[in-house]
């Protein structure tokens, strides 16, 4: 792509632009409260009261206590500490736990590595639409299920799972409930008051606050084990000196996504029903995952007889997603689309357009003319099966 | 670090394919296996390919080869076409490895054409 060249970025489930107010926070908490917070001299515990502070935003947004939250250095890390964590914590009672084929890759791959170590573990399948309907959940439970790991908001299709419903089921069984809450957090009303959820991973860069830094909820009497080692901090669950101003500014654009998540979605939804009106009329065009009822920052379509990679060069300026960003090197079929039962190729002609703030009803014009424009092209391009 | 998949040969090909069509009625290659389609079809005067054309239905890389092909032997003798080397494809597009079967279909389509040629011209 010519350096010069503006991208019209619809890829917003893999990050987003730190908020204005983030920044300026962020720039402040640098310049005054650069105090380690574990420091017993007033200026460090300034800088405590900063952290405290985040804490307080956070939990404002999710309506917690803000005694819940451990910082940690994104989602990734809180998924790895809370299933890790609690699968060990619990292991002498069993080694059972379940979670879904369509989870991301930061809560896949450290189940595999549990079943590494001996722990047995249930891969849910999703209905088409990607839901798992709560029967299937309940009857995966055994007796010696310690641990079961849902997330929210999918982050390829945007499905939403019953959380309210998964985690009655899990408490009703004394199930460790963990929900990976990183494409919903910010994004969409969660009451943690109000659900059954004992740990939920949640980052700041998806919504609109600092790449680095996340944390995990956990709720009061659920016990983990900690997995890092190296100082008292953060009841020693979680040991390192803590990045203030990183933890200020997530706490802020926690602050700034309380008071506009209506708004936002709002927004959104008209901004994906201009989209897929826009493109729906192509031959051979699917959604993936719900149409409705469905998280409405997040459009994920395939199209037939169109081969994915040219697809997304043919796209450029348009900054999408071929199955999740942090898959994107992999020239692999989405596992999560595979798993929704589309084929391979159907998979690899995915894209995934995922909205924003930032997001205008001319980037969306755009977009949907540049798709169509792709189409045509590739369609052109390819050749009558046979000669 | 993700560096850019594409060169500038890749993109430029992509993005311009100015061979991509079809000559009708002359001589046809076609070839479909590693996931890609591949046709090419060519226009004979004597022994000189005056038209060179493809439709191809695969990734960039894929689509860049043909185009890269149908460049480099319009105008030529068809029995150039025996010339054609994967290695130089490879190196000029720096096609991943883990695609040089893809490039192999090329291969195959281009000598596809090379024999319909000489059928052609032996009639």
Redesign the interface.
């Known amino acids: 792509m010519s350096a010069d060249l503006e991208p019209i970025y619809l890829d917003y489930a893999a990050t987003t632009p730190v908020d204005g107010r983030v920044a300026e926070r962020m720039r402040e908490v640098q310049d005054r409260f650069y105090f380690n917070p574990s420091s017993n001299h007033f200026a460090g515990r300034r800088s405590a009261a900063v952290v405290d502070a985040a804490a307080g935003q956070l939990a404002r947004l999710l309506n917690a206590d803000p005694a819940e939250f451990l910082w940690t250095s994104g989602a990734t890390e809180s998924n790895n500490l809370a299933i890790i964590g609690a699968a060990k914590q619990r292991q002498h009672s069993g080694r059972h736990l379940v979670t879904l084929r369509t989870e991301h890759k930061a809560v896949v791959d450290v189940f595999r590595a549990l079943e590494k170590q001996g722990f047995e573990v249930s891969w849910l399948e999703p209905d088409p639409d990607g839901r798992l309907p709560p029967e299937r959940f309940q009857a995966a439970l055994r007796e010696d299920t310690q641990l079961a790991s849902i997330m929210q908001t999918n982050n390829e299709t945007g499905v939403v799972q019953d959380i309210q419903s998964l985690g009655a089921i899990s408490r009703s069984r004394g199930v460790v409930f963990h929900v990976d809450g990183a494409q919903s957090v910010g994004k969409m009303p969660v009451d943690m008051a109000a659900l059954p959820v004992d740990l939920m991973s949640i980052t700041a860069h998806k919504l609109y606050g600092p790449k680095g830094v996340g944390a995990l909820y956990v709720a009061n009497g659920t016990a983990i084990e900690a997995q890092m080692f190296g100082g008292g901090q953060q009841r020693r669950l979680r040991p390192g000196t803590l990045p203030v101003d990183l933890i200020a500014g997530f706490g802020e654009a926690a602050a700034v996504a309380a008071t506009r998540l209506e708004d936002d979605l709002t927004r959104l939804a008209a901004l994906k029903a201009q989209l897929l009106e826009g493109i729906r009329d192509l031959d051979g065009l699917y959604v993936n995952g719900p149409e409705h009822d469905a998280y409405p920052g997040i459009l994920n379509v395939g199209i037939e007889d169109v081969e994915g990679e040219s697809l997304l060069l043919a796209l450029e300026p348009l900054c999408v997603a071929t199955g999740s960003a942090c898959n994107s090197q992999s020239q692999e079929p989405s596992y999560v689309l595979r798993a929704l039962g589309r084929s391979d190729i159907q998979a690899q002609s995915a894209i995934r357009f995922s909205l924003g703030r930032q997001t205008t009803r001319e980037e969306i014009e755009r977009a949907v003319s540049l798709y169509r424009g792709a189409v045509a092209k590739l369609r052109d391009l390819a050749p009558a099966r046979t000669a | 670090m993700?560096v850019?998949p594409?060169n500038s040969r890749v993109?430029e090909y992509?993005t311009n394919?100015m061979h991509?069509g079809d000559v009708a009625g002359g001589a046809?290659?076609?070839f479909?296996d590693q996931?890609i389609?591949?046709?090419l079809s060519a226009a004979i005067d004597g022994d000189t390919i005056t038209r060179l054309r493809f439709?191809?239905?695969?990734?960039?890389h894929t689509?860049a080869a043909a185009e890269a092909t149908c460049r480099r032997f319009e105008g030529g003798a068809a029995a150039e076409l025996e010339d054609f080397e994967t290695g130089q494809i490879m190196k000029d597009l720096a096609v991943p490895i883990?695609k040089t079967g893809r490039i192999l279909v090329l291969e195959d389509t281009v000598r596809s054409l090379g024999q319909a040629i000489r059928d052609l011209t032996d009639t």
């Open positions: 993700i850019d594409y993109r992509f394919p991509c046809i290659g076609y479909e996931g389609r591949l046709r439709h191809a239905w695969g990734c960039p689509i883990e």
